[in-house]
């Protein structure tokens, strides 16, 4: 199975912050990753797909990049509607698995 | 506007069958990945397998042995069946649709599911 490791698990930031989280893979994926946003009760909301493509939908200020087996989430500029867990998924082979998350919390 | 909606009961019995429907609405089921994943209380995300409108299926290796999926096309709905359930088997499952995109877009609301005596 590939391994899929988020750093850091946990992240207090201001509104208005830049805010970057690191997904790294066991082995090569090429660009298969998604990033999912979930809320406390709700299901994962797709955020970005095929590391770099943004949901329709979705705010500018998400931004996801990397390839192979490094792969970042940016968020340019924090806000209150945005402070949430995050979650990395892999869809390059089977078993499809996910990251193990990144709270991201109000300073 | 395509929704899913998980339903099942809400406790079950260890050693006994976790059995969940996904109803959808909006669009047909035919010709999509339909998947299960599960979320244990304040835990990460296991993805749980998929079956296609055609019957196809692929399992996670670790709940291989007990997991069945199968999928209505008539009522629009597709299924998960977890045997021999444990309290480790206690989670929220979800329900989601693989869009063209070959990404997982649309999700259901989720349904807690506590394995207790």
């Known amino acids: 199975d590939i391994q899929l490791t988020q750093s850091p698990s946990f992240l207090s930031a201001s509104v208005g912050d830049r805010v970057t989280i690191t997904c790294r893979a066991s082995?090569?994926?090429?660009?298969?990753l998604a990033w999912y946003q979930q809320t406390p009760g709700k299901a994962p909301k797709l955020l970005i797909y095929a590391a770099s493509t943004l949901q329709s939908g979705v705010p500018s200020r998400f931004s996801g990049s990397g390839s192979g087996t490094e792969f970042t989430l940016t968020i340019s500029s924090l806000q209150p509607e945005d402070f949430a867990t995050y979650y990395c998924q892999q869809l390059n082979s089977y078993p499809l698995t996910f990251g193990g998350g990144t709270e991201v919390e109000i300073k | 506007q395509v929704q899913l909606q998980e339903s099942g009961p809400g406790l079950v019995k260890p050693s006994e069958t976790l059995s969940l429907t996904c109803t959808v609405s909006g669009d047909s089921i035919s010709n999509y990945y339909w998947s299960w994943s599960r979320q244990p209380p304040g835990k990460g995300l296991e993805w749980i397998g998929y079956?296609?409108?055609?019957?196809?299926?692929n399992y996670n290796p670790s709940l291989k042995s007990r997991v069945t999926m199968s999928v209505d096309t008539s009522k629009n709905q597709f299924s998960l069946k977890l045997s021999f359930v444990t309290a480790a088997d206690t989670a929220v499952y979800y329900c989601a649709r693989r869009d063209t995109i070959g990404y997982y877009c649309y999700w259901g609301q989720g349904i807690l599911v506590t394995v207790s005596s």
């Open positions: 079956i296609h409108s055609s019957g196809s299926t």
């Open positions: 082995q090569g994926i090429s660009s298969y």
